[in-house]
């Protein structure tokens, strides 16, 4: 008897008994449809009113009816952001109702009848927040259980942020010259710089730098150097600049970029995801720095080496962001954020001088001031 003949056998029955294995582990319990593979769900709302529908599921067909009871449960949120490093805010009650509280899953089957959730105004809705909705399993007339992981779906949002941004030029960089005026800023053991960026053409000629915003030789976030592509991202204090080399960006396309000082290290990240870094030896940020000239958006190096493009949501902050904190507020924070010392949303000028200025949101009265009367402006619109 040939050995492969032999082992068929015992390789059948070891799958007989894994797959019976496989089925005794399997129990009946409910569950929400979508929580199954996560346990939240976003929900874009471009117009109102904006419907969502959800079921319940059973992971086994049911003999009869399921009835099952749903609530709205707020509480849960804080849970769910301490978890997922979020920080969602539940939407006034009244700006949504659920066509049902109870559904069933009808004898036969293991998915529920349709709930349909619908946002029917925004009113009192604040600009920049992401609201979440958890909707949660509050009972079950019969004798299945829920499996707890997925008994909540968490029902996240999606409001679109509108805006705008400013054009920076050779004849319209930003100036901050009350950073230099305060010594709280000459050595700050970590910072985050952040903005939006938009670039209508990257730097043909030599040097090839596109300064995006901070001060030369200190605290800088650029497009190109001599060994870096003019389409590509650099972040520079001395002689640490690590280069995001490897991921180019595009013209006509808003990105969102935040350079962090933690004080070990000197990180870049694009759209909120992690692009390059090196480490540091612990050295501070003195933001209060007039070297070449101190602290400018659209450029560096004496009022140099100039943008060709558009700047939003510009921010300076005391301390070192997380990844979770970056990505979760791209489009707009509240200007009495903790460690927060700059912000220059840039969706608004005012006369100045010959030029112009852009109010600090904060009110610590570093306000931006720009060389053009009456500034370019482009509309955005970001979820």
């Not at 609201?131 to 996240?156: A, D, H, M, N, Q």
């Not at 991202?233 to 001395?238: A, D, F, K, T, Y």
């Not at 540091?280 to 602290?295: A, D, R, V, Y």
Request: aromatic share 10%; net charge negative; glycine share 8%.
């Amino acid at each position: 008897m040939k050995l492969h003949n032999l082992f068929s056998p015992l390789i059948m029955m070891a799958a007989v008994m894994t797959g019976c294995q496989e089925s005794a582990d399997t129990y009946p319990a409910l569950y929400m449809t979508d929580a199954q593979a996560r346990p939240d769900r976003s929900v874009a709302v471009d117009e109102l009113p904006t419907t969502a529908k959800f079921t319940v599921s059973s992971s086994v067909v049911v003999g009869q009816n399921v009835d099952v009871e749903l609530t709205v449960c707020p509480k849960l949120l804080d849970g769910y952001n301490a978890k997922y490093g979020k920080n969602y805010q539940m939407p006034p009650m009244e700006s949504f109702k659920l066509s049902s509280t109870t559904t069933t899953i009808q004898a036969g089957y293991n998915t529920s009848t349709d709930v349909e959730f619908s946002l029917t105004t925004m009113d009192g809705f604040k600009e920049g927040v992401t609201y979440c909705v958890p909707i949660t399993i509050k009972s079950v007339k019969g004798s299945l259980s829920v499996l707890e992981p997925s008994r909540t779906l968490f029902l996240v949002l999606k409001t679109p942020v509108i805006s705008k941004g400013i054009y920076l030029g050779p004849s319209n960089i930003y100036k901050v010259e009350a950073f230099q005026e305060d010594s709280d800023l000459s050595a700050l053991k970590e910072i985050t710089l952040e903005t939006r960026v938009y670039m209508n053409q990257f730097k043909d000629s030599d040097p090839y730098i596109s300064s995006i915003m901070g001060i030369e030789g200190e605290c800088a976030m650029r497009f190109g150097d001599v060994k870096v592509p003019k389409d590509c991202l650099q972040i520079c204090h001395g002689d640490y600049q690590p280069a995001a080399a490897d991921k180019p960006l595009s013209l006509h396309k808003w990105y969102h970029i935040a350079a962090v000082w933690t004080g070990s290290t000197w990180d870049l990240y694009i759209d909120g995801q992690y692009a390059t870094g090196v480490a540091t030896q612990g050295e501070t940020i003195n933001l209060s720095s007039n070297n070449s000239g101190g602290f400018y958006l659209g450029a560096s190096y004496g009022g140099g080496r100039p943008l060709d493009g558009y700047v939003a949501e510009c921010r300076v902050w005391k301390r070192a962001l997380s990844q979770s904190e970056i990505a979760n507020n791209m489009n707009y924070v509240d200007p009495q954020s903790d460690g927060l010392v700059a912000y220059w949303r840039m969706n608004e000028w005012e006369p100045y001088g010959s030029g112009n200025r852009v109010v600090d949101l904060t009110g610590h009265g570093y306000d931006a001031i720009g060389g053009d009367q009456k500034p370019l402006m482009i509309d955005t619109k970001w979820n």
